[in-house]
Structure formats: structure tokens, C-alpha cells
């Protein structure tokens, strides 16, 4: 199975900038959908930023315009750079590997958003 660990979180003020790594066991971008979830405290897991295998993005409302999400197939590794974060981006994000064999979820990385 797949292993994916996120690193980068961190405490940031309102209007900074984050860059989270998701770094994947091996080689899988080829045949795996990656994704960014979020949680925070009382609420549901939600998607914030997928990849898909052929290389398609897609990102929740509430992140477009300050959220990208990459891959570098070299290093095995999936970006989010967060931009212009806010309070409300306050949460654990996960990274999600989907894939024909096997569905992985990392440890969960934790971004705290002061105002």
C-alpha cells in the first residue's frame, strides 16, 4: 500500500503564506488522484485541492484564487501553497492518494491561522 506524510504546517498570521508537502512512498501520480483535505475542530472533513492522474486540478470555492496545488512526479511529492490565508483555514489538512489499488490518507499536518 501507499504511504503518503504531509509536512509543512505551522502557525501563520492572517494574510501569509504556508507551502505543504505530501510526499508519497513511490511513484503513483501516473494512476493516482492526489488531494487535500481539511478539518477543523467540530467540522466534517472537506476536500480543499485535487490532482488528478493526467494532471487536472480542481480546489473548494472557498480556497480558488489563493490555494495551488502541484505535483513533482520526480521528488513523488504534492504541493499546497496557501496564499492570503485566513482564520477560517485554521484546520488539519491530509493528503489523499486514490488510486486503482488503494485508498491512503497521511497523518495530518496542522495549520493554525491567527487573526
Known amino acids: 500500500q501507499v504511504q503518503v506524510v504531509e509536512s509543512g504546517g505551522g502557525l501563520v498570521q492572517a494574510g501569509g503564506s504556508l507551502r505543504l508537502s505530501c510526499a508519497a512512498s513511490?511513484?503513483?501520480?501516473?494512476?493516482?488522484?492526489m488531494g487535500w483535505y481539511r478539518q477543523a475542530p467540530g467540522k466534517q472533513r472537506e476536500l480543499v485541492a485535487k490532482?488528478?492522474?493526467?494532471?487536472?486540478?480542481s480546489y473548494a470555492d472557498s480556497v480558488k484564487g489563493r490555494f495551488t496545488i502541484s505535483r513533482d512526479s520526480a521528488k513523488n511529492t504534492v504541493y499546497l501553497q496557501m496564499n492570503s490565508l485566513k482564520p477560517e483555514d485554521t484546520a488539519v489538512y491530509y493528503c489523499?492518494?486514490?488510486?486503482?489499488?488503494?485508498?491512503?490518507w497521511g497523518q495530518g499536518t496542522q495549520v493554525t491561522v491567527s487573526s
Open positions: 490532482i488528478t492522474s493526467g494532471g487536472t486540478t
Open positions: 489523499n492518494a486514490y488510486g486503482p489499488y488503494d485508498d491512503s
Open positions: 513511490r511513484s503513483i501520480f501516473s494512476l493516482y488522484n
